[in-house]
């Protein structure tokens, strides 16, 4: 279970951050024959590297210039890993002095931007915890964002549980959502995985006696309505 470093009321905890289970849990399926469990294997496909270029109608007539049946479902037990070539080389070369951009398009599909691709770390266990910040109305969020997943705050002890439960308390009690902000000053997105996307962060929380909920939902897409005198 991985930890988020939180700040609540000038005190900080790490607490547990897992994702949400499903409702139900899919099937784990087993596939078997007679003669066992079936699993499965890495084969080759038997497709050769073949230049297109340099195919002609004679090669393919008298023969099978992109089969190479010889190596069809021979067993890979090395994995393969993928590499740019360049296609206007005579030897193809794997090639690693290139750049990542990323291309930022408008609504309408044309580019508006090109910029250096950023490889992201996650940052919410680091050294600055994780901060709260604006709160309003829970119905405000729902209706203004589109959250693409959601994780679940969990405690391993009776003061991380004490800490936890007072959060969800005060979220519940005013039926308020509040904005979590990573970084030194709090306001930078949430990044949960490796090389993974900057999220806007929300937390829920409820309480139901000694029960509390804590959720931790991300969205990447805010909700507006069209411009006034738009196309309809």
């Not at 090109?114 to 709260?132: A, C, D, E, Y």
Request: aromatic letters at 6%.
């Amino acid at each position: 279970m991985n930890l988020l470093h939180l700040d609540h009321a000038g005190k900080t905890a790490r607490v547990g951050f897992t994702a949400v289970p499903d409702e139900r849990p899919k099937l784990k399926i087993t596939q078997k024959t007679s003669t066992g469990v079936v699993s499965r294997q890495r084969v080759m496909n038997g497709v050769a590297l073949v230049d297109p270029a340099a195919l002609t109608a004679a090669a393919v007539r008298e023969g099978d210039p992109e089969l190479a049946t010889a190596l069809a479902g021979r067993r890979l037990d090395v994995e393969l890993t993928a590499a740019w070539f360049d296609p206007a080389a005579p030897e193809p070369k794997p090639i690693g002095d290139f750049k990542e951009l990323d291309v930022v398009c408008a609504p309408d599909g044309t580019e508006k931007e090109r910029r250096s691709h950023v490889t992201r770390v996650p940052n919410f266990n680091g050294l600055h915890p994780v901060k709260i910040g604006r709160r309003f109305p829970v119905a405000d969020a729902l209706a203004g964002f589109v959250f693409r997943s959601c994780y679940q705050l969990l405690h391993e002890d009776s003061l991380t549980m004490e800490f936890l439960h007072g959060l969800a308390k005060e979220l519940h009690d005013k039926q308020e959502a509040a904005f979590l902000g990573a970084g030194p000053k709090g306001n930078l997105p949430l990044v949960v995985r490796e090389k993974g996307s900057p999220w806007r962060a929300f937390l829920f929380g409820e309480v139901r006696g000694d029960e509390y909920k804590l959720v931790v939902m991300l969205s990447d897409q805010e909700l507006k309505l069209p411009a006034e005198g738009g196309a309809k």
